[in-house]
């Protein structure tokens, strides 16, 4: 797999959830979008949408900020791997991402970031506006 570049585009997303739809089906086999690995945040007060992905980072805070080194980064997609048998929940990656592209599930009790469905983000073909898209 080659390292997939995603860009997202807050003024354009809807709010419809497709994405953690399509990703939850992917990585689930269930409809839960609390164990999507996209995510997207509301801000209600000003009727925005915020879809949140992992953006592949050279040198990761994510990975930098781990103690235990639970997560690591493939050096040729980029993509973000965590050792769930290492993380012991501290948070330490979910604070020090800068995309808030990395989040902790209580009801899965699992880290959660995107590894791009091994190759074709299954996300992508339901945004149907554009808020997730390849970056050019």
């Excluded at 493939?74 to 020090?96: F, K, Q, S």
Aim: with cysteine; hydrophobic share 40%.
């Amino acid at each position: 797999m080659n390292r997939i570049e995603l860009q997202t585009n807050a003024p354009l997303c809807t709010g419809c959830r497709l994405c953690e739809v399509a990703c939850s089906l992917f990585h689930r086999d269930a409809v839960n979008p609390e164990g999507a690995r996209v995510w997207i945040a509301e801000d209600w007060d000003s009727s925005l949408y915020q879809p949140h992905i992992c953006q592949l980072c050279d040198d990761p805070d994510c990975v930098l900020a781990c103690p235990l080194e639970a997560l690591s980064q493939d050096p040729d997609t980029g993509v973000i791997r965590v050792d769930a048998g290492l993380c012991n929940a501290c948070l330490a990656c979910v604070e020090a991402c800068p995309h808030n592209a990395i989040r902790w599930s209580e009801a899965l009790s699992e880290l959660l970031v995107c590894d791009r469905c091994g190759g074709e983000p299954a996300c992508l073909p339901f945004c149907h506006r554009g808020a997730l898209r390849p970056a050019p």
